[in-house]
Nanobody
Framework: QVQLLESGGGLVQAGGSLRLSCAASGGTSSIRTMGWFRQAPGKEREFVGSIDWSGSRTYYADFVNGRFTLSRDNKNTVYLQMNDLKPEDTANHYC???????????????????WGQGTQVTVSS
């Protein structure tokens, strides 16, 4: 069983930056892909980006438009660096782990086996 713990959310002004962290523990040997999703009030959860467990490949949703960067350290933590934040980025952000091999098609929630509790990002205008 994999446990995921997100941190780093908060309140930031438009144009600002935040770095979200997702620390994985437990059965991490089964992880092949890590993903980030977000859910705004009244909206469906949507894919933000994914990174393979080695940290060498990444893929982002179109709305990211070069503003976000995924990375991984050598201690089983994945980071989502978010720059030039906009009010429409306000949402609860979730990290997820998948046992599926990394692919740009890993955008569906059902492909992810383990989820964190979420961390709130609020961007003021």
């Amino acid at each position: 069983q994999v446990q995921l713990l997100e941190s780093g959310g908060g309140l930031v002004q438009a144009g600002g930056s935040l770095r979200l962290s997702c620390a994985a523990s437990g059965g991490t040997s089964s992880i092949r892909t890590m993903g980030w999703f977000r859910q705004a009030p009244g909206k469906e959860r949507e894919f933000v980006g994914s990174i393979d467990w080695s940290g060498s490949r990444t893929y982002y949703a179109d709305f990211v438009n070069g503003r976000f960067t995924l990375s991984r350290d050598n201690k089983n933590t994945v980071y989502l660096q978010m720059n030039d934040l906009k009010p429409e980025d306000t949402a609860n952000h979730y990290c997820a782990a998948s046992r599926m091999k990394f692919a740009t098609t890993n955008q569906d929630q059902i492909e992810y086996d383990y989820w964190g509790q979420g961390t709130q990002v609020t961007v003021s205008s």
